[in-house]
């Protein structure tokens, strides 16, 4: 049961929001958030790990990575997967689990997350009660299973998944895809996400890439939420199809700088985001190897610090 407050609570300061502006930001910036430890997301090199995983760790770690966000531990214990990943001096500071997932048992995912030693509990995508079209790829299958009454439930859901974190010394934070800013029953899910839950419960973990892929400017998101935003995925996308609230025809995403992300833009509103870690991701298909690429997407940050 859904409390009928919670789902009035806030809805006159969204209501007017349209997500094409930006907020003017009063606060002045909190600092540069490149100049944090670079870090990536390991499904990026999800094969890579799989046939070597220390190797592929100490090669991440030559690029100049020092933070890694977990993508499931690799099939060892995760005392031994944090164990070895520290080896290869890199640092767990995050890791990822489905909503899907969560909702059946949070409790397990949080005790291993607290053994590997992560900071950042994040949950990776939604949970939907139709199942996936087999005609479409995952992205559009999973925006189409979702309706209005799951993003709530998956809400409210985090809000207890969040608070359960927290006691044990984890921030929970949600991870977007570019179905949470689509629009369900005229309402926009990302939206009802930020009203339905606690600030002080749920962060937010902002997939530029896939905001783009919305046809949304990521820049202009973190400067409408800035103070929910504590975790960035640094991705790229080829396309320059931008139409609002719209998955794009062309989901590629490429390595940073060689897209259509303005990142002069984005890493300015970032720097009035309490942003705690960012992780560069790319996804699959890659047309070199994605070890050379997920190295000259650090170069190019490093040039624009």
């Known amino acids: 049961m859904i409390d009928r407050r919670s789902l009035l609570?806030?809805?006159?300061?969204?209501?007017?929001?349209?997500?094409v502006g930006p907020r003017p930001l009063s606060a002045e910036p909190l600092g540069n958030p490149l100049a944090l430890p670079p870090g990536f997301q390991m499904w990026a090199v999800q094969d890579e790990l799989a046939r070597d995983f220390d190797g592929t760790?100490?090669?991440m770690h030559a690029l100049g990575y020092r933070r890694i966000e977990a993508a499931g531990w690799q099939d060892l214990a995760p005392e031994d997967f944090g164990a070895r990943v520290r080896a290869a001096g890199l640092d767990p500071?995050?890791?990822h689990f489905s909503m899907r997932d969560l909702m059946e048992e949070y409790q397990p995912k949080l005790d291993q997350a607290q053994a590997v030693g992560v900071r950042h509990f994040v949950a990776s995508s939604p949970s939907s009660r139709a199942a996936f079209d087999?005609?479409?790829?995952w992205i559009r299958a999973s925006a189409a299973a979702m309706t209005l009454a799951d993003w709530r439930e998956n809400a409210l859901r985090m809000n207890e998944i969040g608070a359960a974190a927290k006691a044990m010394g984890m921030r929970f934070a949600y991870h977007n895809h570019p179905a949470e800013?689509?629009?369900?029953d005229g309402v926009l899910a990302f939206h009802e996400l930020l009203r339905l839950t606690d600030p002080a419960l749920v962060a937010f973990e902002l997939d530029l890439g896939w905001v783009a892929a919305a046809g949304l400017d990521p820049a202009e998101v973190i400067d409408h939420h800035a103070e929910r935003i504590e975790l960035l995925h640094i991705k790229d996308i080829a396309t320059a199809q931008r139409t609002p609230h719209t998955i794009a025809d062309d989901l590629t995403t490429v390595h940073i700088g060689s897209g259509t992300i303005d990142w002069q833009a984005v890493l300015a509103a970032a720097r009035r985001a309490p942003i705690a870690s960012w992780f560069v991701e790319q996804e699959a298909p890659f047309t070199r190897p994605v070890i050379d690429q997920m190295g000259e997407s650090l170069a190019f940050l490093r040039e624009v610090i």
């Open 93 to 95: 500071v995050s890791c």
């Open 181 to 184: 800013f689509l629009r369900y």
């Open 9 to 19: 609570r806030g809805s006159a300061a969204l209501a007017g929001m349209t997500m």
């Open 134 to 137: 087999p005609a479409l790829d």
């Open 57 to 59: 760790l100490m090669r």
